[in-house]
């Protein structure tokens, strides 16, 4: 039964059944076992440490995730068609003196400059684009699952510090995402901004 405890967290508990899986308890303690033998914490100094880079971790996360539907509503734009409110401005640029519009020729002429080489790009180019956004979202995909899992078996340590470094490291990275949308004009009003 000693064996089973020690593999499940660490921390005896004499007298369960550790086998059905039900006798987990969650305990306060310095002293814990982070997802590999060999990293351990035995005094307070490595569980403050522990406890702020898991932070982190989980606060990266959030962002991660965050990072990846970024990547995935601009490519979805980008791709399938280009900014509708860039290409309406364009067309609007043409019929109005560049002084009305609120900019100069130099900005005008970059814009249509841009959306001519948006609408025509070669074929090879947008298979190389494909395949590079794949790539990359592949690639994000796989390290925000990973990150994910190994979150998971640090709170599944059943240690109330590392379990709380999670949940409050993901909650900041949400936090830190709902307050950097809340502030964004181009998320307020549903423009298109350029990159």
Known sequence: SSGINAEYGGGTHDGMD??????????????????FSG???????????AFFIIYIIAALYELLKYAKDYLQNSANKMVDQPCKCHINHAFHLKEKSPEANGCGKPELDKLRRNLSVEMILPEKDKMMNKALFVAISTF????????????????????????????????TGKTILLVRNS???ALESGHCNEP
């Open 18 to 35: 550790m086998s059905s899986g039900h006798g987990q308890v969650f305990v306060v303690s310095k002293i814990a076992t982070i997802l």
């Open 39 to 49: 990293v351990e914490t035995s005094s307070t100094g490595e569980m403050v440490l």
């Open 140 to 171: 994000l995909h796989m390290v925000a699952l990973t990150l994910s899992y190994l979150l998971m078996l640090v709170a599944m340590t059943f240690n109330v510090w590392l379990f709380l470094a999670v949940i409050l490291g993901a909650g």
């Open 183 to 185: 502030f964004s004009p």
